[in-house]
């Protein structure tokens, strides 16, 4: 068993110091390191294994550790649209990155919907045409479209913004609720102001204002848009062009409180039972909503229908 043991510990210290040089995978062709900061580069080879790292005629030269490991820091660099080669040599083998630039690299987070391919591409549009519009000079549209006034018509709310708007999926607008005197909100039926018809017939809409209604609230005073920790909305700008990649904010136009938000109790038990009692109150809410949803089907259904 001891003979067993020795042999596979030899193997492993072999294993060690015959190991190809590695670069953590982080690193890659077509990268972007960042500008104007020293660069931290790391990553794996054999024990007391040589390593050099060779990039924009800088070379930083190390060893493997006891675990593998390897680390250099090239100096800082300006900014290069340069494609150069990134080179990190072994004693046996080396690893080579191609059309490396130098430049700003941006780290976004987010929401779990992040995680569909369609949102990362829509959010690197837009987060690069924030990064070109304030940092380096372009004249592109970045800020999202904002609700910046708000009026009473009868039963509706009219909704104004201060750019043009669309929907990305063509579809009405959806994402909006409204609240009469009573503060309870319900979904609400939103679609944008007809203004006329175009040379071809076809409906002309003003797409800076949307009126949003519903029959369970006669009195709207307040409304808002993709509030909810999952929200849904489809309003999307673009500022110029066909194009419209800008996902409209959530806004609401009301400015009553939220006395559980953030909630401060004196204990936590009193906290727990001042949740329990929100989340009672909000499922008595929706059973309500959906009494008067029921009723207002029902009455539709009763009406004669016209001959």
């Known amino acids: 068993m001891k003979s067993l043991v020795k042999f596979a510990l030899v193997l492993l210290f072999l294993a060690a110091t015959q190991a190809e040089v590695r670069v953590h995978h982080i690193f890659g062709s077509n990268m972007v390191l960042q500008r104007d ?8 080879a054999g024990v007391d294994e ?3 790292v060779e990039f924009a005629g800088q070379r930083r030269s190390t060893t493997g550790g006891d675990d593998g490991r390897w680390v ?3 100096s800082s660099m300006p900014a290069s649209a340069e494609p150069r080669t990134f080179t990190v040599k072994g004693r046996t083998n080396t690893v080579v990155c191609e059309q490396v630039l130098v430049g700003d690299v ?24 924030w990064a070109l519009t304030t940092q380096h000079g372009f004249k592109l549209p970045w ?7 708000v009026e009473t018509n009868g039963n509706r709310l009219v909704l104004t913004f201060n750019q043009g708007l669309a929907t990305h999926d063509d579809r009405p607008p959806e994402g909006f609720a409204i609240a009469g005197p009573d503060r309870h909100f319900y979904p609400a039926k939103a679609e944008f102001i007809l203004i006329g018809k175009d040379d071809r017939g076809q409906n002309r809409y003003d797409q800076k204002k949307i009126q949003v209604a519903s029959d369970l609230v ?11 920790r999952n929200p849904l909305g489809n309003l999307v700008s673009g500022g110029h062009g066909p194009k419209y990649i800008l996902p409209a904010p959530a806004f609401r136009t009301d400015h009553w409180d939220w006395p ?17 009692q929100n989340r009672q109150q909000a499922a008595e809410w929706a059973r309500q909503r959906q009494r008067a949803e029921a009723e207002l089907i029902l009455k539709a259904e009763k009406k004669p229908n016209p001959k």
């Open 72 to 74: 250099v820091k090239l």
């Open 50 to 52: 040589p390593v050099s």
């Open 218 to 228: 006669p009195e709207p005073v307040a409304a808002r848009y993709a509030w909810a």
């Open 143 to 149: 800020e999202p479209a904002l609700c910046v006034g």
């Open 37 to 44: 900061k020293p660069v931290r580069v790391w990553g794996y």
């Open 106 to 129: 941006w780290i976004l987070g987010g929401q779990s919907n992040m995680e569909f391919s369609l949102d990362k591409i829509e959010l690197g549009e837009r987060i690069a045409r």
């Open 260 to 276: 559980d938000a953030p909630f401060v109790a004196a204990n936590a038990a009193e906290a727990s039972r001042l949740n329990r």
